[in-house]
C-alpha cells in the first residue's frame, strides 16, 4: 500500500495527476490510497491529526498562499521519513529541493516516464525503511509509524494502544506479537507495557519515566527491563 497526497490548486492538474497515479500503480499491481489537497495550509491541517498517514506527497510549487516549498519544509520539520516531490513548470526551484530532502521533481505537464521514475523510487525507500516502521491496522486504516516515534505500548484484554510524541493509536493485537514485530529496542517492563527503551527518561523506584507519564515496572519483568534501559541510555 502506498499512502499518496496530491497538492496543488487547481483541480485539474489533481484530477489529471491522480489518474496517472492510479493507472500506473494498477500496472504494478501496486495498492494506493490517494489524498487531495487545494492549498499549503489545508495540507499542513490535516497532517497534524493524520501523522504518518501519507508516505508520498506531490507538492505544486506555484500555489497562492503557502507554495509548495514553504509547505514542504513546515513538513519536513515534522518528519524525516515523508517522500517530497514538487511538481512545477519552472527550473528555479530545483536546487532548494536540496534543503527538504526532495524525492524528485516532476516537470508540468506530468508525464508518465517521470511519475513512474518517482513512484520506483518511492517504493524502493519504503521497502529500505520497512525496518524501520511499525505497522498497525485499526478501522481508521494502515498506519506506517516510525519507530523512533514510539514511546510505549500499552495492553487492555485485546487492545493494544501505540503511544508516540504526537498521537495515540489503538488497535487490536497481543503485546508479545507486537513485541516480535518491533524487536529489540523495546523492553517488556510489565505484563501490560512494552516501552521503547532509548524513550525512558530516568527510572525512579519500581517506574520508567517517559515526558510526564510514570509506568510500572513488575518484579518479573525488572531484571531484563533495566539492563536494556541502561544499555539505551548509554548509546
Given at each position: 500500500?502506498?499512502?499518496?497526497?496530491?497538492?496543488?490548486?487547481?483541480?485539474?492538474?489533481?484530477?489529471?495527476?491522480?489518474?496517472?497515479?492510479?493507472?500506473?500503480?494498477?500496472?504494478?499491481?501496486?495498492?494506493?490510497?490517494?489524498?487531495?489537497?487545494?492549498?499549503?495550509?489545508?495540507?499542513?491541517?490535516?497532517?497534524e491529526k493524520h501523522t504518518g498517514e501519507i508516505d508520498l506527497v506531490f507538492l505544486d510549487i506555484e500555489m497562492g498562499g503557502l507554495n509548495g516549498m514553504e509547505a514542504a519544509k513546515a513538513l519536513r520539520e515534522?518528519?524525516?521519513?515523508?517522500?517530497?516531490?514538487?511538481?512545477?513548470?519552472?527550473?528555479?526551484?530545483?536546487?532548494?529541493?536540496?534543503?527538504?530532502?526532495?524525492?524528485?521533481?516532476?516537470?508540468?505537464?506530468?508525464?508518465?516516464?517521470?511519475?513512474?521514475?518517482?513512484?520506483?523510487?518511492?517504493?524502493?525507500?519504503?521497502?529500505?525503511?520497512?525496518?524501520?516502521?511499525?505497522?498497525?491496522?485499526?478501522?481508521?486504516?494502515?498506519?506506517?509509524?516510525?519507530?523512533?516515534?514510539?514511546?510505549?505500548?500499552?495492553?487492555?484484554?485485546?487492545?493494544?494502544?501505540?503511544?508516540?510524541?504526537?498521537?495515540?493509536?489503538?488497535?487490536?493485537?497481543?503485546?508479545?506479537?507486537?513485541?516480535?514485530?518491533?524487536?529489540?529496542?523495546?523492553?517488556?517492563?510489565?505484563?501490560?507495557?512494552?516501552?521503547?527503551?532509548?524513550?525512558?527518561?530516568?527510572?525512579?523506584?519500581?517506574?520508567?519515566?517517559?515526558?510526564?507519564?510514570?509506568?510500572?515496572?513488575?518484579?518479573?519483568?525488572?531484571?531484563?527491563?533495566?539492563?536494556?534501559?541502561?544499555?539505551?541510555?548509554?548509546?
Amino acid at each position: 500500500m502506498l499512502r499518496i497526497g496530491i497538492c496543488d490548486d487547481s483541480a485539474e492538474a489533481r484530477l489529471g495527476l491522480r489518474a496517472m497515479l492510479e493507472r500506473l500503480l494498477d500496472k504494478r499491481a501496486v495498492e494506493c490510497q490517494i489524498y487531495e489537497f487545494s492549498s499549503g495550509e489545508g495540507l499542513l491541517g490535516w497532517m497534524e491529526k493524520h501523522t504518518g498517514e501519507i508516505d508520498l506527497v506531490f507538492l505544486d510549487i506555484e500555489m497562492g498562499g503557502l507554495n509548495g516549498m514553504e509547505a514542504a519544509k513546515a513538513l519536513r520539520e515534522r518528519s524525516d521519513a515523508l517522500q517530497l516531490v514538487f511538481v512545477t513548470g519552472y527550473t528555479d526551484f530545483v536546487f532548494d529541493g536540496y534543503a527538504v530532502g526532495a524525492l524528485g521533481y516532476v516537470m508540468k505537464p506530468p508525464q508518465p516516464e517521470q511519475i513512474g521514475d518517482v513512484l520506483t523510487r518511492a517504493l524502493a525507500a519504503q521497502f529500505n525503511e520497512a525496518d524501520k516502521v511499525f505497522l498497525c491496522r485499526n478501522t481508521d486504516g494502515l498506519f506506517r509509524i516510525p519507530k523512533k516515534s514510539i514511546r510505549y505500548f500499552y495492553s487492555d484484554r485485546r487492545q493494544v494502544t501505540c503511544v508516540t510524541d504526537t498521537r495515540r493509536l489503538t488497535f487490536y493485537a497481543r503485546l508479545d506479537d507486537v513485541a516480535e514485530a518491533v524487536g529489540a529496542a523495546f523492553v517488556r517492563i510489565h505484563q501490560r507495557y512494552l516501552v521503547r527503551a532509548g524513550a525512558v527518561d530516568r527510572v525512579e523506584g519500581g517506574t520508567v519515566v517517559i515526558g510526564e507519564e510514570k509506568l510500572p515496572i513488575s518484579r518479573s519483568c525488572q531484571p531484563t527491563a533495566l539492563a536494556a534501559i541502561a544499555r539505551a541510555m548509554l548509546e
